[in-house]
């Protein structure tokens, strides 16, 4: 089977959605850790990472986006990285079967280095616990992802591309400014993190999250402005949240979110998926937009 990157040159892959979000919908309650129910409610895990197969995801992520040692240690599972990201892959990877493919999920540590709260070191020593059990547990890929950080974002691309086999993604968060133009909350643009990312080893870059698919169509078109060939991934929020009747929620209806596929496809991206607030539904729109679109063999 072709990598990922390869096959998604020249082509528009469809991705999965929200993990977290869904977790809370099956009873998760605040306070507990995502990652402890890859070995407590390996059944909800599964029916998750299934239920986006089902919608007609390519590919698929493993509930362990906070699998590091230092998100885990607030839990008390700090000696547990290894078996926890081990079962978050094998769950996806059950579900995935042999017709999709699996990205282990990596997140952002919580530990800033220009404070001092850690050090180079210890971050890839971090990272690469977390990337090799992943492998170890089936996943075909690494998505670091939400990352602010470039200089955390290149330590983590470069611990999973030096200590495993598996091709390497890599997606920022940025906000809109009130002037104009993305930047992460350590003011770094889409197309600054463009040059760094490749050269720590990542083969697909993007963005997700902080964003809904509209406003992730400027985000690709920067990134396309200084490389035309690298494989730009995308993981929309369904719109910008809003707080009603006491609860977060994101607006972005399945049809709008399908509504801006061409728009994102004509920006340059090649996989498209959901963050923060989407369903099965929004995965499954997309899906049939992409089809629509493109003939699956060339969509540029």
Known sequence: MNKISEEAFGKVLVSDGAWGTFLQQKGMKPGECPEAWNITHADDVLDIARSYVEAGADMIETNSFGGSRFKLEKYGLGDRVDEVNRAAAALSRQAAGTGRRVLGSMGPTGKILMMGDVT????????????????????????????????????????????????????????????????????IAPAEMVEPLLAAGASVIGANCGNGMAGMVEIVREIRSVNSRVPVLVHANAGMPEYRDGQTVFPETPGEMAANVQALIAAGANIIGGCCGTTPLHIRLVKQEVDRLCDRSNCF
């Open 120 to 187: 180079e070191a210890e971050l890839y020593d971090a990272f690469r616990e977390q990337a090799v059990a992943l492998e170890a547990g089936g996943a075909d890929a690494i998505v670091v992802e939400t990352m602010t950080d470039l200089e955390e974002a290149c330590i983590a691309v470069r611990a999973a591309h030096e200590n495993t086999r598996l091709e390497v993604f890599c997606t920022m968060t940025f906000d809109k400014l009130l002037t104009g133009g993305y930047r992460t909350m350590m003011g």
